[in-house]
C-alpha cells in the first residue's frame, strides 16, 4: 500500500485495497483529515476505534467551522451505539447542529451491512460487508462517488433525524 502522505484527496487515483483494521484506520482518516466540503458516512454503527479518535473528530470539526455550506453527514442504524458510546461524534453534533447531522438508517434497508464514506465528491472507503474485512477505497474517483453518493442520497431522504443528539443535550 502506498504511503498515507501520498495519498491527496482530488487527487491520488490509486485504489487502495486493505483487510487490516489499522491501514482503515489510516485510510478514513487521511481522507476525513484532507475534506474541505462535505463528509457523507453510512455504517451500521461508528465502532472503529477511529471514529472516537482526536484526528477524526478535529477533521471534522473543521468543516462546519471553515464554511457554513460545509457538511457531515451519518447515516447509523445502531443509535443507542451512538448516543452512549461515542462521547466526540455526539459532542460535535451537539457543538455544529446545523452542519452535522446524523439519520437512522432507513428500516426497509436493514440490516445494513457496509461501511460508505464519501468526502468531498471525491474520495471514499468502502466496505460492502462489515463481517468481512475487505476495503476498497480510493482518493480521486469522482465515478464512484457518483455511484456511491447516489445510494446514500436516497437512503438519507427517506431516512430520520436522530432527536435524541437534541434532546440529550441543546
Known amino acids: 500500500m502506498t504511503p498515507p502522505t501520498q495519498w491527496v484527496l482530488g487527487e491520488s487515483e490509486e485504489t487502495l485495497h486493505t483487510s487490516d483494521r489499522g491501514e ?4 478514513i482518516t487521511a481522507l ?6 462535505s463528509v457523507a458516512l453510512a455504517a451500521p454503527r461508528l465502532d472503529h476505534p477511529i471514529f472516537g479518535s482526536e484526528e477524526v473528530h478535529d477533521g471534522l470539526s473543521h468543516l462546519p467551522a471553515a464554511h457554513p455550506r460545509n457538511t457531515v453527514r451519518f447515516l ?24 452535522v447531522k446524523v439519520h437512522r438508517i432507513p428500516a426497509h434497508e436493514l440490516p445494513f451491512t457496509e461501511l460508505v464514506l464519501v468526502v468531498d465528491d471525491s ?17 480521486n474517483d469522482r465515478a464512484r462517488c457518483r455511484l ?8 438519507w431522504e427517506r431516512s430520520t433525524a436522530l432527536a435524541e443528539i437534541s434532546a440529550l443535550g441543546l
Not at 24 to 27: A, C, D, K, L, T
Not at 76 to 99: G, Q
Not at 124 to 138: E, G, M, N, R, S
Open 148 to 155: 456511491l453518493l447516489r445510494r446514500y442520497n436516497e437512503m
Open 76 to 99: 447509523i442504524e445502531d443509535n443507542e451505539f451512538f448516543l452512549h458510546k461515542n462521547s466526540r461524534l455526539l459532542s460535535l453534533c451537539r457543538r455544529f447542529s446545523s452542519y
Open 24 to 27: 482503515v484506520g489510516v485510510i
Open 32 to 37: 476525513i483529515a484532507q475534506a474541505q466540503h
Open 123 to 139: 474520495g471514499y472507503a468502502h466496505q460492502p460487508a462489515i463481517d468481512k474485512p475487505l476495503v476498497t477505497a480510493c482518493f
